[in-house]
C-alpha cells in the first residue's frame, strides 16, 4: 500500500496549508471562467479518473481521497481530486466562484476535463460529491466511461422519504445530530469524529488542515454576503437538467454504489431506497464502514475502485468483502459470478443487525 509508511506525527502542511502526502502532487489550472483551480493529482499515464469530495466545511480533494488516489495511480491510472466550488483551495476572488449550486457543479467539473483535456473519465464521489457525480452523468453521459458512487443520494430518483438517524437500524449512534461548525479545530474535530466511523483516520493535520481552508472559504462568504447553495436544483428550469427520475436507470455506464451499513449521517436505509429506484447499478453494503467509506475501509475500497475501473467488474472474493447487496439478485455485468453461480437473492437479512450477521455469515461460505 502506498501509504504505508505514512503516521499522524509525520504528517505537515505545506505552504499552502495542504497535507504533504507521499505519491501526490498538488497542482492549479486556468478554466475557462478565468478562476484557479486547485486540485491535487497522482499518476502520470493511463486512463483518468476524477474524484469528488464531500459537503461538509472544510472538505477538499485532499481531505476525501488522500488514501484512494496513490493507490490508483500506482494501479495505472492518472488521478484528479479537485477542490469544489466553494472549498479547499477553490477560487474565492470573485462573487460567482462562490456559487456551489449543482449547475455550478457540473460547469466546473466540464471546465476542469476540458482544461486538462479529459475527454472521457471514470468518475467517483463521496458524500455531496456522489450527488455532483450524479448530475454530472445524466447529464453529461458521454464524458463518464464509468461510475462509483459513495454514501450520498441520487436526485430525485426516489419517492421514499429520508431516513433520519433516529430510524437507522445500523447506525451505531442513532441520536447523531450534526452541531453546525464553530470555526475552531475542536469543532472540526467533532464533526470528523461523527461521519468517520475509523478514528485512528482523522489525524490532527487533517484537522489543521480543514479547519483552515473552511475559515477561509467562510470569511469570503461573508464579505460577500453568500451562502452556500443546496446541492438539489431548486429553480424550475435547472431541476428539468438534473432530474434523474427516468435519466440515471435508463443509463447503460457501468455503474456500482458503496453504501456504508454505520454511516451515522446518512443511515443505510437511505441506501436500500435508492437501490430499488435503480436497476442498473450494483449495490454494496460494506460493514464497519460510515459516511467517508474511502476512509474507514480504504484497503476494501481501493482494491474495488481499481478492479471496477480497470474490468468494469468486481472479482467475487471481492464483492464478499465489499458487502455485494442481496435485497436483489446480483448484476453479473458488474460481478464476477463464482463457479457454483451467484447465491439467491436474500432481502429478509438486512431487517437488523442480527439477520445481517447470519446472512454475512452465508454469503462468505460461498465458494469462489
Known sequence: MANEAITPDTLKLTDE?????????????????????????????????????GGIEGSSGTAGWRFMAPVLAAAGFRVYCPDRPGFGLSDISKLEYLDTGPKANVDFLNMFADALCLDKFHLSGNSAGCMVSCDYVVSNPERVLSVMFIAGFLGDICDAPNVPPKDGKFTPNPGYVMKPW???????????????????????????????????????????????????????????????????????????YLYGMQDVLLPVENGFHQEDAVPNIQFFYPTETGHQGQTDRPDTFNKVAVEFFKTGKVSWPLAVEAGVSLRRPIDPRYVEQPKGGFPKPNPAMYANPETLKTGLKALDAVPA
Open 182 to 256: 464553530d470555526g475552531t479545530p475542536e469543532g472540526m474535530q467533532h464533526l470528523m469524529d461523527g461521519i468517520i466511523y475509523a478514528k485512528g483516520a482523522v489525524w490532527p493535520a487533517l484537522v489543521q488542515m480543514r479547519t483552515l481552508a473552511g475559515n477561509a472559504q467562510r470569511e469570503v462568504r461573508a464579505r460577500f454576503g453568500v451562502e452556500r447553495q443546496p446541492l438539489r436544483a431548486t429553480e424550475t428550469n435547472e431541476k428539468q437538467i438534473f432530474s434523474t427520475k427516468g435519466r440515471l436507470d435508463k443509463l447503460t455506464i457501468p455503474m456500482i
Open 17 to 53: 496549508n495542504i497535507i504533504d502526502l507521499p505519491g501526490i502532487a498538488s497542482r492549479w489550472v486556468r478554466l475557462a471562467d478565468g478562476r484557479k483551480a486547485h486540485y491535487v493529482t497522482a499518476g502520470d499515464k493511463g486512463p483518468a479518473v476524477v474524484l469528488l469530495h
